[in-house]
Structure formats: structure tokens, C-alpha cells
């Protein structure tokens, strides 16, 4: 969204902007240098007061995070990058290309670097990335009130202290989580131990997806989840705000994957028209190469379509119906699958709501096409000549034939997906659409065929 | 999912199931519920120590949540009412048929029916409906100690604890909020105002929709958001876990309905073939009913197809990537202005933005359709008569002209169904297609009336 400021930059005063937005909220602030180019942000991030500007790059609604730290000079950003959560700071280096990023890493502090470090070293979009490894521990053998004072004294430099993290003393294996608010209102003589929760905590590997993240805090209303290794150390914890962060985005993905395209992930006006072309035109390319199947089975009913020609009016018609429930029952079973309402193995269950449904729906839109057929010709609107009552029963029962095979391609589509290991979210309306109009087209004519067999045909 | 055990609902013994589950979390313990039939699980909850099962109805994705209730005597449900969380009590009253509901209003105790009531005037999906009353507010004239001591004693009655509220004695507007982090680290002895952030709190609106509560959240790190009413008194706070829940239904109603259909409010399973059928029938009548516009078009155009039926073969073909294309456009706009990247005013943005990406992606579409042609001519798959150059650069020039139709349409048909006060997410997939069909084929025999006028037409 630069465009409406870049021919006004050179007036610009950095600290003025600076003053005048020192005292807003930081993702308030990061809307405002969004309207920057990363220069100036850089510019206006170094006139305000450390924490703000540590504030303002922690939030990722910040585009171009990335430059904007390039252009902020080495020994003005490393207390910046210091200061910043440990995961977002590994966000931004993967943003970064590697002269930069090395030089930018050998600079802090060793304990600030290892934990880049190893965030850097889990694949992106799993709950290592994603997680802090700011959080509170104390061993088991700690009082409440030790662990109170413990808390206050590191509040300060935790990302998190709703979650206090109780661990075995020498195997340092995590045995708790203590919720701080059950923790101040504990006996402060009692063992930490005892004021936890009985239960063993919900734990997640760092390999997991993010999006299970997210399920885990939806689902047992956690504030944040720990991460754990295979021995049971805990390494890290994922917060709820950065899984909101994950699910806007994820959110945003699915859509856009919905609607036939690859997720675009930069807004919409900040893309560049070349990365515009290329999320787009793939897609775009291979539901055109596989819809060029409907041109082939059309020639080989040419004959058929110059005996009557009169069955082209309604190729658009009912291909269509057949996308749009295909459309629909795809949509029904990504979120199903998303939200783990059913499983692969259900899709024989599914199979069976699906067929009546189809049907049911099918003939709906059949009894609509013959009405329309049957007042056009009545009304002497058309002539769909001598034998229209064949030609809209064509129309009718090829209907109820194509809605019923929309809905049960688009609903096994994405069990289909899920079992070659994709993501059952690749299944784009667009997709489904394609995938049912060559059969489409193959059932019209085949009922046509049936029907008008020794009349038109 | 109750397909699976409610053979042998007969064999089981409530008690029994009630003992393996106690241990088992709450949404698990959910989970495991929604296997059964409402008379069952009402009977496993009445099993389960009352703490538990007040926690295991507080959970969202317990199933049929209204009709177990219902199938608890009511003497036994009332201290279940009264110890769940007031805002879902309300959002299960919404479920209840009216006497139901009336008699256990009447039962319930006076603050608790008062907190009910009182949400439940709120609209489905306002902020107002999904805050709970149980937060924690102390005047700012006490200090760190006397408000610390109130959270410790109130903390077990609170949804949460985590942030303080602080309202001015005497007129009970709010004035800040204290993180309890903060909470517990300051001075005792300090007034608590002067503990709190110097900022006033972000805060939003009861009749605002639980989408901006989720922006709110999102946008500022937080994990409650204040409702306040028009004077500024605090009248509840919508928690980060209700958020949570919210944007997962929303991306689910979301994806649902740029499938082409109402969104379901029910998992796949549960809901009923009638209630399945109603969903989707509408919008797919409706679609079918805009389609037949094609029908009506492909009739203007008879002649041509008479004289060239060659012309019909590319005719699914050409009209899906104006679809497709058109799909893209709006999953990506839908989602640029839900996350407020783009202003309505910003549409002449777009526009200036689609018109070339859509032209690019045409052109490159119609290279590869001109290949086609030519290559099945060349290699003899196919003749398409003496005119084929000319028909081949028909498909072409039409493709650029209807995906660049596509884009545009589809980008602007979120904008306008915003300026008309619509939801800019009812623009589904098969919407977008059904917009650019007609279109479409006026399109391509405009195209081929100009370039084929004199040869084949």
C-alpha cells in the first residue's frame, strides 16, 4: 500500500513521525510504517524508544519485517533483534537472504543465536518454528512461593508466564503445567507439585503441523501448549497468539487454494505482478490442459450434435450443475476433514449420504429444467421443435445423473487426496469443476442417446 | 457419529462409562460423548463428579449439547447451569424451544438468570453474545495487594483472571486494564492504577460483530477484549478461547459458502437430509436459474452454430477459465478486505491491478489453445476444416478476452456486494462462474462473428 505515500518520502521527516507515533500501540504502529516504504519504516523504527520498536517487530501484521531490518544499520539493530521473541526473530532470517542473515547472526548474543538457531533448524509451518522458547520452568521440588518469587524476578523476558512448567529435577523431564493463576492463589508453603493440576500436560512434537497446534489450544482451551522431544524435555511452548496468527493465515490459504489458485502469502497489494502471474497461472494451466477433455469428447459426439443441434443450448446449463454441487460437497468435506470430524475411513460412509443427496438434488434441478423447457415452448418462446417433451426429459434425467455425480466425486475428492498423502485442501472449487465436465458432458449424451434414440439421434 | 454405537446403546451401563471417562479432559470426555445418543450421554454426565461435567458442557464441540440438557432431570441440570460459563449457557438457551427454556430460566438463581438474560438479548454473533460476565474489576483507588487478594479469592469463580480490569469508583467507567503478569510483580503497596499500562485499553462494542472481536484480539496480543456500552462501563470481556472457537466455525461458514452453499452449523454427520438438502438446494437453484441465461444466449446465437459446429466443441472449455479465473479474483478479494487490507474505496486499485494480470493470463491461456489446434491439425487427431488458422485464433482471442472479463468481474463482485451491505464471503466460487457464463459466450461469438464473418459465418 505504498503507492499513495512514495512521491511524498523526501518530505518526510523520520523523528517527527517518530514523536508522533511513539505513544500509539505497536500494531497500531505497524500499520502506520506499513504505508512506508522499508527505508523510512527502518528510519522511524530507530527515532523510537527500544521496547516500541522491539514491540513494533514483534507483531506480524508488519510487512516487509524483512527489509525493513536490512536497512536498519548492524549496530542499531542487533539490540532490536535481542529484544525481539526468539521466534519471530527466525521468522524474519528465513525472510532474509544468507550474506545478510549469517553476518546478522554471528552478532548476537550467544544465547539469543542459539535459540535462532535452533528454530531455524525445524521446517516452516511446524509447531517448532512457531514456538518460544521464552517460557518459565521450575523443578518439581520447588515451594509455591520459591516459584512465585521465581516468576516475578523473570517476568520481564518471558514471552509467557499464564503457564508455569514443572520438570523433574534431574531427569528435567516435564511433569506439569501449573497455571499461574492457580499458583497465586496456592499455599505459598506448599510443594509447586502439589498445587498443579493431577493430569499430565497436553504436550505437542516440534514436527507437528502447525494447524495441530491450533487444534490442540481450540480444543482444550490452552493458552499456550509446551513442545516436547522425544525423551519428554520440553524445548519450547507454542502461545495462543501466534496460533491465531497461524489460523488468520491458514485461514487466508484455504481460500485462496479454494478459489484454484497457490496461496499468496503477501497481501494482496504489496505482490509483485510477476508473483501474481505465477500463483495464478499454474493452476490456471492445468485445469485449462485437463478441461481441453471436454473438446475431445465433444468431437467424438459431433455426429450426435449435427443431427441435434438443438442439445448444444444446454451444455453450459448442465455442465455447470454439476461443478456447483461437485463445489459444494468438496467444501463440505475439507472443513469435515480439517476438523477431524471424520476420518479416511469414513468415506464410505459419506459415499452413502452423498448418493441420495445427489439425487435428490439432481432432481430438483431436473423438475426446474423441464418446467423451463416445457413454458418456452407452451409460451411460444422457443421451438425446441417436434419432440421437445424427449428433449426436456433429456435435459431432466441428464440432471439428475450429472448433480448426483458432482456430489460424489466433490465429496470422495478430498478423501481421495488424504489418502495420496496430499493436503485434502488442494481440492479447489475450479478443480472439482473440471473434473466433473468431460463425465458431464459423457453423461448428457449418453441419456441423450438412450432417450432420443430412433427420433432426433 | 452416533451411527456406529447406537446398536448397542442398550448394553451400556452409564455408570460404568461414567468411571472410565472421569480422569479423561473434558474435551475429551466430550469427544467421547459425541459416540452416543443424547439420553445416554445425559446419563454419563449425570455420573461424572459435578465439576466435570460443568467443564465437559462449557466444551464447544460436545454435539447435541441442547438436547442432553434437556434429557437431564432438572433438578439435576440447574447446578450444572450454574456452574457453567454464562455465555454458554446463553448460546445453548438459543437452542432450547421455549418452554424448555423458560422453566429452566425460572430456575435458575437470580445472578445467574440476570447474567443470562442478559446476553441473550444480544444478537447470534455479536461480541455481546459471546462475552462472559466472570471477569474480575477492582476501583482504582485500591492498591496492588488488596486487588491481588481479590483475584486469589474470586479466581475460582472467573473465566478468567488473567487481566484486571480497573474502573473509576464512582462512575464505574473503565480506565484500564492490568495485565496480571503485571499484577504480581509490582509493588504492593502501589496504587494499582499506577501498576497499570498508561494506555487505555482497546475495547469494543456488545452489538459488534465476533469477527472484529477476533481482529481485536488477533491485531493486539490479547487474551480478553472489554465490551463496554455506550458510557463506557465494562458489561463483559470476550476471551481468546471463545475467539478462537468463533474464527473456526467462521472459516468453516467461510469455506462452506464459497463452496456455493448456506453454511452448515453442524458437523457433516449430524445434521439431517432434509436440513442437508435445504442448505444446498437454494443456492443451487438459484445458480441453475441465472444459468439458464446460457441457454437463452446459445439460442440468439443458433445461426452461427448452424453454419459453424465447430464453434460448440470449445465452448466448455472457453467458458471454464473465465470461471476460473474469475474464482481466483474473488477467493483473493474476499480475503483482502476480511482482513481490512483493502478499504472499499480501494477498488479502482484493483481493477488497475486485474485488468493487465487478467490480459497476461489470457494471453498465455490462448497460446496454449492456439497450440492445441494446431496440433492436432498438423498431426491430423482432429480437422477442423479449411478455416482452421482462423478458428484457432478465435479460441485464442476469446480466451484473453474472457479471462480478462473473469478477473475483473471477480475481483469487483466482492466490492460490490460490500457497497450493497452484503457479506463480500456470499461471492462464492460457482457465484463468480455463473456471473461470467453468459458473458462468456457473447464473448466468443462476438470474437468469432468478427473474425470468422465472410469465411465460416
Known sequence: MSETTT?????????????????????DIADAL?????????????????????AVLDTPSLGDAGEIIE?????RVVPMLTGMSADRVADLFRELGDPVRTDLLARLDSETRGSVEQLLRYPEESAGSLMTTEFVSV?????????????????RTRETVYAIYILDPRSKVLLRALPLRRLISADPDASVLAA???????????????????????????????????????????????????????????????????????PYMDISFAKMIRK???????????EMLTASAMQSFQSELERAIVLTLFIPLIMSSGGNSGSQATSLLIRALALHELRLIDWWRVALRELPTGIMLGSILGVIGIARITLWQMFGLYDYGPHWVLIALTVGAALVGIVTFGSMAGSMLPFVLRALRFDPAVASAPFVAT??????????????????HGTLL
Not at 210 to 225: F, G, H, P, Q, T
Not at 238 to 247: G, L, R, S
Not at 280 to 290: I, K, Q
Open 196 to 266: 498443579a493440576p493431577t493430569r499430565r500436560p497436553v504436550t505437542i512434537s516440534a514436527l507437528a503441523s502447525r494447524d495441530e497446534a491450533a487444534r490442540l489450544i481450540s480444543k482444550y482451551d490452552l493458552l499456550a501448549v509446551p513442545v516436547v522431544d522425544g525423551a519428554g524435555h520440553l524445548i519450547g511452548i507454542v502461545t495462543v497468539d501466534d496460533v491465531i496468527d497461524a489460523m488468520v493465515e491458514r485461514q487466508t490459504e484455504e481460500v485462496q487454494r479454494f478459489g484454484g489458485m497457490e496461496a499468496l502469502d503477501e
Open 280 to 290: 495464478r497461472a499454474g493452476w490456471l494451466c492445468a485445469l485449462f490442459v485437463s
Open 71 to 75: 536497512a536498519i544499520p548492524r549496530d
Open 34 to 54: 506499513n504505508e512506508h516504504i522499508p527505508q523510512v519504516a527502518a528510519a522511524i523504527l530507530q527515532n523510537l524508544p527500544l521496547e516500541t520498536a522491539v
Open 7 to 27: 512521491d511524498t518520502e523526501d518530505t518526510v521527516d523520520p523523528t517527527v513521525l517518530a514523536a508522533r507515533l511513539a505513544e500509539e500501540r505497536p500494531a
Open 139 to 155: 523443578p518439581a521440588t520447588w515451594t509455591v512461593a520459591q516459584t512465585l518469587q521465581h516468576v516475578r524476578m523473570v517476568e
Open 435 to 452: 473434473l466433473v465436465d468431460v463425465t458431464g458432458l459423457v453423461i448428457y449424451f449418453g441419456v441423450a442417446a438412450l432417450i432420443l
